[in-house]
């Protein structure tokens, strides 16, 4: 028996110094990306690059029911500002290694080495999901169309992460 597509609730956030509603592209490719899929837009913030401003939003929307999947654009680079990894991997009950990994090894075919400077990564906190990307377009193409979005339908084989997100239908 084929499974039916369960839409979830997905809120998303870039973490950024610079970018405002206008020049965040990833962000909004993200966010269309989620809607086009079937799911749900629950929220898009832009936040500074603290640590503590982002572990405040990504604290709440794990806190609240209403949010299935969190997806992050930037912060994950090696420059002093960096700080999404620092930020929201403490708030994990369960990391998803395979998500860095995968996403690493998919980019090297794109930019080649220089994705060893990437610390995209994922992980589990509360019954959401949460996959932290780069802040470039490209690397959020490449996040949600090779990895995140089969991974957020409940249709796709043999495993995904909606049975974990909203129970077994």
């Given amino acids: 028996?084929?499974?039916?597509?369960?839409?979830?609730s997905i809120s998303i956030l870039t973490v950024s110094d610079t970018r405002d509603?206008?020049?965040?592209?990833s962000g909004k490719f993200l966010a269309e990306s989620v809607e086009a899929a079937?799911?749900?837009l629950f929220e898009k913030i832009i936040a500074k690059d603290d640590i503590y401003s982002i572990r405040a939003i990504i604290s709440s929307w794990i806190a609240n029911s209403?949010?299935?999947a969190i997806i992050t654009t930037g912060g994950t680079g090696f420059y002093p500002r960096d700080v999404t990894p620092e930020a929201i991997s403490?708030?994990?009950d369960k990391p998803i290694e395979g998500f860095g990994e995968l996403f690493r090894?998919?980019?090297?075919?794109?930019?080649?080495?220089?994705?060893?400077?990437?610390r995209a990564f994922g992980g589990m906190a509360n019954?959401?999901?949460?996959?932290?990307?780069?802040?470039?377009?490209?690397?959020?193409?490449?996040?949600?169309?090779k990895i995140i979005a089969e991974q957020l339908d409940s249709r796709s084989k043999?495993?995904?992460?909606?049975?974990?997100?909203?129970?077994?239908?």
Wanted: hydrophobic letters at 30%; one cysteine or more.
């Fill in 90 to 92: 403490p708030l994990f």
């Fill in 1 to 8: 028996m084929a499974k039916s597509f369960r839409p979830l």
């Fill in 158 to 169: 043999p495993c995904n992460f909606v049975e974990h997100l909203l129970g077994p239908e």
């Fill in 105 to 118: 090894a998919i980019s090297y075919e794109e930019i080649g080495t220089s994705t060893i400077q990437s």
């Fill in 21 to 25: 509603a206008e020049t965040d592209t």
């Fill in 38 to 40: 079937g799911h749900k």
């Fill in 127 to 145: 019954k959401t999901t949460i996959f932290c990307l780069p802040g470039s377009q490209n690397a959020c193409k490449t996040g949600w169309n």
């Fill in 66 to 68: 209403s949010v299935n």
